[in-house]
């Protein structure tokens, strides 16, 4: 009997996933609220607190995934919390970045991994368009795949673009993490760095028969897009209520 699987949503995109019996932390940004200056002009961000306590949330941790290093997805207080020899998976841009932090155990993976029995596939995509785009920098998202258990494809910080949409038909997951915030810097309004309502909507018609779990919203102060935006948005799109799950901070999601 296969272990049951859960995702559970801390804050923006950290997440604990429970899956083949392994608890895996996701972009871990563990600072206090109010740490950093504002964004877009509105809030310190984060601007909200940890549902959990630091300690519950890397307690027993036996892997970390890292999209990217925006510190909104790996800060100083995860790299100053975790464990260096903890298991830590990330893309071959940030290879440098976690040498020098002095993971000894930090894994870069260029294509895919397998680690416990669970794949792990690395996948691209763009934190933005145009201009902004290249100031942005890479990012990556990840798939996880081992048997008996669902298929989760975590989006990482992209907007809809052709790589997204073939690594849903590649991979035909069961559940979609996307990171829906619909962030935009202040001069760069039109040109969103993530998936907002609309964009979100396209993946949620083009995402077969999975699940979509809607993350990355009201904890910075540029992200536009709200959970109750996209719970509308949703609604006048006419997608069915349990396609779309926009979980609350500290909300486990049964899989």
Known sequence: MATSASIQLIRNATLIIHYAGKKILVDPML???????????????????????????????????????????????????????????????????????????????????????????????????????????????FVLQATGQPTIYIVGDSIWIDEVAQALQKYTPDYIVVNSGGAAFPGFETTPILMEEEQTMTLLQESGKAKVIAVHMEALDHCRTTRSSLHQKAAEAGIAKDKLVIPQDGEVVTL
């Open 31 to 141: 600072m206090p609220k109010d740490s950093f200056d504002p964004l877009a002009g509105k809030a310190r961000n984060p601007m909200v607190g940890l549902p959990v306590s630091i300690e519950e949330i890397v307690k027993d941790v036996d892997l970390v995934l890292v999209t990217h290093t925006h510190p909104d997805h790996f800060d100083p207080v995860a790299s100053a919390t975790l464990n260096k020899s903890i298991k830590l998976i990330n893309q071959p841009a940030d290879a440098e970045y976690f040498q020098k932090e002095g993971f000894t155990k930090a894994e870069t993976i260029q294509e895919s991994t397998i680690w416990n029995g669970i794949t792990i596939t690395r996948t691209g995509g763009a934190h933005g368009s145009g201009e902004i785009l290249k100031q942005m920098g890479t990012v990556s998202g």
